[in-house]
């Protein structure tokens, strides 16, 4: 079975210029989730879909981040313009409805550096 | 509030010793997750193993053992006889259930666990 599937893998950017992050999570999965990860912060949710509904957004540093869901099988994360504080990388991960081995599984990620 | 809490920053093994990783968490729900992930240098998250907050077996998974325990709101990671590929950061997380599906993890600092052979 196909994990969670993240496009691209590697993106080298310069300052200004608009990103758009990839995932496609696990099917049959309910739950959709944005984190990043840096030296300095650790692992953090920056936002998660619920049934293609975004629940918790409280991570989204700021207006220039957004994301959408638009079906179950399909999630972008887009940032414009991008700044170098945005180079991380970002995580999406996909997990089933609760009775269902209960656990979010992760992709591998999408390095991003920002110059 | 959700926390977690990853005292060790760093632990260096020789190869064939046993490590415990700590993990210590806080939260206010009665029902919630608990979950071991593990970070190779490669950079994926690769899952572990899951807990519920009703389930205070231990378990062991090959040279892998966990501890659970609310008394003390832990819930520690011990590898035994380790190899030089266990070698990666070990992340702790807490999740709660949010209606019909888990919500966000929290996650420890991490613990950047080398084993040398």
């Known amino acids: ?115 | 509030a959700q926390k977690v809490t990853q005292a060790q920053t760093e632990i260096s093994v020789v190869e064939k010793e046993d490590v415990t990783l700590d993990c210590v968490y806080e939260t206010r729900d009665t029902t919630y997750y608990l979950f071991w992930y593990k970070q190779p240098p490669s950079g994926e998250l690769v899952f572990l193993i899951r807990r519920n907050s009703f389930d205070e077996q231990n378990e062991i998974s090959g040279r892998y053992s966990w501890n659970f325990q609310k008394s003390t709101s832990s819930f520690n990671f011990t590898i035994t006889a380790s190899q030089v590929v266990d070698s990666a950061v070990y992340f702790c997380a807490l999740s709660e259930a949010r209606g019909s599906t888990l919500g966000r993890l929290y996650f420890g600092r991490g613990t950047q666990l080398t084993v040398w052979p």
């Open chain 1, 1 to 115: 079975d196909a994990g969670v599937i993240q496009s691209p893998r590697h993106e080298v950017t310069e300052m200004g210029q608009e990103v758009t992050l990839r995932c496609k999570p696990i099917s049959g999965h309910n739950s959709l989730f944005w984190y990043r990860q840096t030296m300095m912060r650790g692992l953090e949710l920056l936002i998660y879909f619920n049934n293609n509904v975004p629940i918790d957004d409280s991570g989204m540093p700021e207006d220039r981040f957004s994301a959408k869901m638009p079906n179950a099988s399909f999630s972008t994360l887009k940032i414009q313009p991008s700044e170098p504080r945005d180079s991380a990388v970002y995580f999406c991960a996909s997990s089933p409805p609760l009775g269902r081995q209960e656990t979010q599984y992760f992709g591998p990620g999408t390095r991003l550096l920002v110059l």
